[in-house]
């Protein structure tokens, strides 16, 4: 098996803890930019024709020049008779706009999926895509796996009056799935707007949070917004204490800060985006956890 990372430093640190949990080494691509921003690649060396090759890129911002130098490294790999290419994108972007919208939108997790299915990949591995089904866009080997039950089990958490929240009922599946992991009650938010004042308030739709700690699980943090909004509301309605179970921590412009005033006591994320040097934000490394679907996809 051949292990073959992006160079930045988030693709590159997954793709070590990646290698070394498959007893493998790491191969780094040669990468830069001309001074018109075009990007450069080139393999650091040629993988055995017979060999399944593992390509780790994670699409952290910029996320354009990370699927470019995705897209280089899997022709180039192509070129030199590689067949069996195994993707690994820890975060996948552009997964949010998985419909229309709007009408006549693009469709940006449709267009980027079939992209990457027409230059030959053999498998897609990722971590939590926003809506699982938009992996339909690739075909059968395509597979998203979900951490948080692989989370809880490292972070430690004690379970005793413990309650698990969704930020909507779009995401009340990941909330399931860890209360289940947990052993503790589950929950999501409704978001109301009173129409006499215009007030918004947000709230457990069925459980009452006075004097609970509450776990809030989602896929990302972005702007960081909804969390922030959901923990002061949550604090107001008595809660003892707030923590965040997150996929992917963007923390977009000011998102950090806007999360240390909502008073969250930590947030826990996987190690699929550069990491933020922050006593906020803890991160569980899930590149085992990949590791060990692979194992069941390639001999």
Known sequence: MFILSGADEASKKFA????????EEINVLIEKKFPDGEQYVRLPKVPEHHEP????????????????KTIFAI?????????????????????????????NEAVSIRALLRVLKSMGLTRLFTIEIHKKDSLRYFGESAY??????????????NNNNVVILAPDVGALDRAKRLASAMGTEFDYLVKRRDRVTGKITIEPKNIDV?????????????????????????????????RVIVAHALM????????????????????????IDDPL??????APLVAEEIKRWIS
């Open 16 to 23: 070590e803890s990646l290698a070394k949990s498959l007893g």
């Open 53 to 68: 090759v593992i390509l780790v890129q994670t699409f952290a911002p910029p996320q354009d020049n990370a699927v470019v």
């Open 75 to 103: 022709d180039a790999l192509k070129e030199k008779g590689i067949e069996d290419i195994s993707l690994v994108v820890p975060y996948l972007a552009y997964s949010r706009q998985d419909k229309e919208f709007l009408p």
């Open 144 to 157: 998203s796996i979900s951490p948080y039950e692989y989370m809880v089990k490292n972070i430690k958490l």
């Open 210 to 242: 006075k004097d609970k700690d509450v776990i809030i699980v989602d896929d990302i943090i972005s702007t960081g917004g909804t969390v922030a909004e959901a923990s002061k509301l949550l604090l107001s309605q008595g809660a003892s204490s707030i």
């Open 252 to 275: 977009v412009g000011n998102a950090l800060e806007k999360l240390k005033k909502s008073h969250i006591s930590k947030i826990y994320a996987c190690n699929t985006l550069p990491k």
């Open 281 to 286: 934000i803890e991160y569980i490394d899930v």
